[in-house]
């Protein structure tokens, strides 16, 4: 059954599209089930702001008590404005600049996730140029296939993240020689949307190898950071709005080896966000193509790129024709002058018409916040199931 209900439906018709529409009670239960799965363990969870920087979704977040990773000085900023405290963030990122880093010095954040030796080296002067002590986590790149699409893999040999295993030797001795860098944790990412479990899996094996490499050479780690991925069901957004979180600790509760003391971190991201929000889009024009009929949006790749950049799916929904049976394809197309601006192909829908709203779902995680404004488009609204 669609969240979206006749009231609901009414009352979404009445307000101008494009916008988001949050319902934050979806958010809620989903924090709600992560606290349950983590309650009584050393996990804690930092929520990867990338995802939706949204006030009212970041205030939400926050109350429920969760930390946050970040990867640029302006996330950091947003982070500490929305009341997370310094200690509470982790800053990760290939690039971090040196204001960045300063910056996140300066504020006394709770760790550098460094991604590089070269990395490391500047992370050290600059503390060092400050009277600090840099508190950081060597990032590492696991070399695991995270088997999801290649532009949100992160953990292969070929990407740019991560220092790789082969580096460990220098890595090891600068650690040694650097006196304004203090080790306190491992950091992993492999990559995003992963639905195949065994992937966790794989990595806990690597993460417990390379413990094992660390405590040989006398390294004292505080904690390990696994970083996010957890993957939703962008097919079935009603059917399963909470992501199953139970089997996804479960992973890492039963492969992953803690040490007496140590912490396990986390950084999700879309499992968290996702399913709280749809774009909401009207239809402007039912154009008759020669093998497709086109259903033309106020919403284009410029409200919601992940389509266009990683072909990805969403649901696209005829929210106002519900009642109907859907039993006619169309291409749902956006404004934007470029041919990649399509939301779907081949779409099973009621008989379209102008004006009808359509709901594009589990828009929540890399939605809103990879808005732009190419084309000069206005910026896309959003809009909260207790506000209407
Ligand atoms: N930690 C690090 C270091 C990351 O790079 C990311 C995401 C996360 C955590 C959170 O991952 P999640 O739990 O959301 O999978 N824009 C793309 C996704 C890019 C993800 C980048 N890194 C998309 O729309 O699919």
Same mark, same amino acid.
Do not use: R
């Given at each position: 059954m669609s969240m979206f209900n006749t009231d609901i439906v009414e009352k979404l018709e009445a307000i101008p599209t494009p916008f988001y529409y949050y319902d934050l009670r979806i958010l809620n239960q989903t924090l709600n089930a992560i606290q349950q799965e983590v309650q009584g363990l050393p996990y804690l969870v930092h929520y990867a702001i990338k995802a939706n920087t949204n006030t009212k979704v970041l205030e939400q977040i926050h109350s429920a008590g969760f930390g946050v990773d970040c990867v640029s000085g302006n996330e950091i900023n947003c982070a500490l404005n929305h #009341?997370? @405290?310094?200690?509470q963030i982790a800053f990760a990122g290939v690039g971090k600049s040196d204001s960045e880093i300063k910056f996140g010095l300066e504020k006394g954040i709770f760790t550098f996730n460094i991604e590089s030796i070269p990395e490391l080296l500047v992370v050290n002067d600059l503390a060092k140029s400050m009277g600090k002590i840099a508190p950081i986590a060597i990032r590492f790149?696991?070399?695991?296939?995270? @088997?999801?699409h290649h532009y949100i893999t !992160? #953990?292969?040999?070929?990407? %740019?993240?991560g220092i790789n295993f082969w580096e460990l030797d220098s890595l090891f001795e600068f650690l040694r020689k650097l006196d304004n860098v203090n080790l306190l944790g491992l950091h992993f990412h492999i990559g995003? &949307?992963? !639905? =195949?479990m065994s992937v966790f899996k794989s990595l806990c094996n690597r993460v417990n190898e390379l413990q094992k490499l660390f405590k040989e050479k006398s390294f004292a780690i505080q904690h390990i950071n696994v970083g996010g991925g957890l993957g939703v069901n962008y097919h079935e957004p009603d059917m399963d709005?909470?992501? =199953?979180f139970k089997t996804f600790f479960s992973v890492f509760k039963q492969f992953l080896d803690l040490q007496q003391g140590q912490e396990l971190h986390f950084e999700l991201g879309r499992s968290i966000? +996702? &399913? /709280?929000a749809s774009l909401m889009s009207r239809v402007l024009y039912v154009k008759e193509g020669i093998k497709t009929n086109f259903v033309i949006l106020d919403a284009g790749m410029t409200e919601l790129i992940r389509p266009a950049l990683y072909q990805s799916y969403h649901k696209v929904e005829n929210i106002s024709k519900q %009642?109907?049976?859907?039993?006619l394809k169309y291409d749902v197309v956006g404004p934007? /002058?470029?041919?990649?601006? /399509?939301? #779907?192909?081949a779409i099973l829908m009621p008989h379209t018409e102008r004006n009808d709203l359509i709901a594009i779902r589990s !828009? #929540? +995680?890399y939605g809103e916040v990879m808005a732009s404004s190419y084309n000069l488009r206005d910026k896309v609204k959003a809009i909260y199931h207790d506000e209407i």
């Open positions: #009341g997370f @405290k310094a200690n790149n696991p070399n695991i296939n995270a @088997k999801t !992160t #953990g292969l040999e070929e990407n %740019k993240f995003s &949307q992963i !639905t =195949d709005a909470i992501p =199953d966000v +996702a &399913q /709280c %009642k109907q049976e859907s039993n934007i /002058c470029e041919s990649s601006d /399509c939301f #779907g192909k !828009t #929540g +995680a």
